[in-house]
């Protein structure tokens, strides 16, 4: 059973699987902080939902990626490349997963449901595919991969809230939830790119072209710092829209021009040290702005 449970946890990508739920749960609260009540139930509901739907997208990615795991060092070892799962098996919890995660956040409100389903369709089945075959994967990676924010803060509310938001209070359920999602999506480039720097020797040995010129070049590097800096900008857009109060707006900065160093750093440098550093940095970065906005949110 112990065995079963430790194959799960590496089909469904634990880790990862768990910081997307983790953004989603605190757009749902910023969502219900906009309505001045937070329903306990639906967080725990949203919770097990993005759980699942997360767990399935990471599956079917696995499933189709199941030849070329095999031949890299970091994932040689997770259980369909390993033998210690068929691919059927994976298939089953996989579509399992996806319809009752999709259920379940139907059961909030049907938005959440939509587009939970389109998340898990165009990170396994386009996003996967284009990894080997174009540096523009991280960018059709970067919008399944902020979604979460935008189905947690929607799932937020009812069917009749939303409807009732749009008559007359539009900026709610728009401006919110798409800020949200702009942070999210611009952290995605810098945090990926450092990411498939550090990996490059490992991503080359099953033929992954997610560095902007596929090469570890000073473009390369260019891009990675020209998109830490765009993070200062796009975080500060809480507080310029008025529901991010000024520790928003301080946190966003010092954040941002930390980031912005070591993006420097690795333009300058053009080493492992320094693309380790931004990675680290993105680990961290965007969970702490999350919480900030969410204790520092000021309700439109």
């Given at each position: 059973?112990m ?20 953004s ?83 059961s909030l ?57 749009s ?72 507080y310029?829209?008025?529901f ?13 021009l ?32 999350q ?10």
């Amino acid at each position: 059973m112990m065995a079963f449970v430790g194959d799960f946890k590496q089909l469904v990508k634990m880790r990862l699987t768990m910081t997307v739920v983790f953004s989603a749960s605190i757009a749902f609260l910023i969502g219900s902080k906009q309505q001045g009540d937070i329903q306990w139930l639906n967080w725990v509901i949203l919770t097990l939902g993005g759980f699942l739907v997360t767990g399935s997208a990471n599956g079917f990615n696995e499933i189709i990626e199941r030849d070329l795991d095999k031949l890299m060092k970091r994932t040689a070892d997770r259980p369909i490349p390993a033998g210690r799962m068929t691919t059927g098996q994976a298939l089953v919890l996989s579509l399992l997963m996806g319809i009752a995660g999709t259920y379940t956040l139907v059961s909030l409100n049907f938005i959440a449901g939509l587009l939970s389903v389109f998340s898990i369709l165009l990170y396994a089945f386009i996003y996967t595919p284009l990894k080997q075959k174009s540096p523009i994967a991280v960018f059709v990676g970067a919008f399944p991969g902020a979604l979460p924010p935008l189905i947690g803060y929607y799932a937020a509310f009812s069917q009749n809230d939303l409807a009732a938001f749009s008559q007359h209070n539009a900026a709610a359920i728009v401006i919110i939830p798409l800020v949200l999602f702009a942070i999210q999506f611009v952290w995605q480039f810098p945090h990926f790119w450092a990411i498939a720097w550090v990996l490059d020797d490992d991503y080359k040995r099953a033929g992954f072209r997610l560095l902007p010129t596929g090469k570890k070049d000073a473009v390369s590097a260019f891009m990675v710092f020209f998109s830490t800096l765009l993070m200062i900008p796009v975080s500060l857009l809480p507080y310029y829209f008025g529901f991010g109060g000024i520790t928003v707006a301080a946190v966003s900065v010092t954040g941002g021009l930390l980031f912005c160093w070591y993006g420097l750093l690795l333009l300058m440098k053009r080493d492992l040290a320094s693309a380790r550093k931004v990675m680290f940095t993105s680990f961290f970065i965007l969970p702490v702005l999350q919480l900030i906005l969410l204790f520092d949110f000021n309700a439109l």
